[in-house]
């Protein structure tokens, strides 16, 4: 079993940032990848950006290229997502994945942050 636990969300305007962190345990903790999804108010969840656990190669939507850089930090098990130029089309619940060794889908997720970019 894997637990994951987002913080760091909040009320920003435009152009500001924010930092959003998830946490992991679980004794068979065995990612192959983290990932940040957000679901609007009425829209499909959609992919955010993506990181391989052990390379650390990172993947992004195109909407956020340039603006947003997650980053992991092995030893402590905790993925982040830096969030600059906030733009009120970015706001949504934010919620860290994992994939774990052996799957091919993000099976484990957190409880979700709220991100609210006023205008």
């Known amino acids: 079993q894997v637990q994951l636990v987002e913080s760091g969300g909040g009320l920003v305007q435009a152009g500001g940032s924010l930092r959003l962190s998830c946490t992991s345990s679980g004794r068979t903790f065995r990612a192959a990848a983290m990932g940040w999804f957000r679901q609007a108010p009425g829209k499909e969840r959609e992919f955010v950006a993506g990181?391989?656990?052990?390379?650390?190669?990172?993947s992004y939507a195109d909407s956020v290229k340039g603006r947003f850089a997650i980053s992991r930090v092995i030893v402590k098990k905790t993925v982040a997502l830096q969030m600059n130029d906030l733009k009120p089309e970015d706001t949504a619940v934010y919620y860290c994945a994992c994939r774990t060794v052996g799957t091919s889908d993000f099976g484990y997720w957190g409880q979700g942050t709220q991100v609210t970019v006023s205008s």
């Open positions: 990181i391989s656990w052990i390379a650390g190669s990172t």
